[in-house]
């Protein structure tokens, strides 16, 4: 999985799938009530898969200057011992909107001197990712649209 990530290529929908089915399964035997799930499903084919054993009763698709985003996941850092995200950004863009996010830094953690790059943060896989997002979410948004009570959040 690492190697495909590492290339800013989505994991293949079956892997995908699996895990996330077997996650939901797991839930419910446990007893929770729900779950949100952050940049999946990622195509419309994936869109379509998961209504077959999860309801989704709500989407949400939000959106940030490309710049920015770029900026946010060149500057992710992960602690090479424990496994912790932070990031170093320290994002204050003007305008209207002003756009402010401060760097989630190790503080305290115990992180501090131990964070590393991933290998998957690099501009040019953080833009061969965005360039897949930009190609597959017009048809999820489209599915959620017609698949969802309610209206898809913009």
Not at 76 to 88: A, P, Q
Not at 92 to 113: A, K, S, W
Request: hydrophobic fraction near 35%; glycine fraction near 10%.
């Amino acid at each position: 999985m690492a190697e495909i990530t590492s290339k800013g290529q989505l994991l293949p929908d079956a892997i995908i799938l699996d895990i996330l089915k077997g996650r939901v399964q797991r839930g419910v035997e446990e007893g929770e009530r729900g779950f949100l799930l952050d940049g999946f499903p990622r195509t419309a084919h994936q869109a379509e898969a998961l209504k077959h054993f999860a309801e989704v009763q709500q989407a949400l698709n939000l959106g940030l200057r490309e710049e920015i985003l770029v900026e946010k996941c060149c500057a992710r850092r992960v602690c090479r011992d424990c496994g912790r995200g932070f990031n170093v950004a320290d994002i204050n863009y003007p305008g209207d909107p002003p756009i402010v996010m401060p760097p989630l830094l190790p503080t305290g953690t115990g992180c501090e001197g131990k964070m590393e790059q991933r290998a998957d943060d690099t501009e040019p896989v953080v833009r061969a990712r965005l360039q897949v997002y930009k190609e597959h979410a017009g048809p999820v948004e489209d599915f959620y649209k017609t698949q969802v009570r309610g209206t898809l959040v913009p």
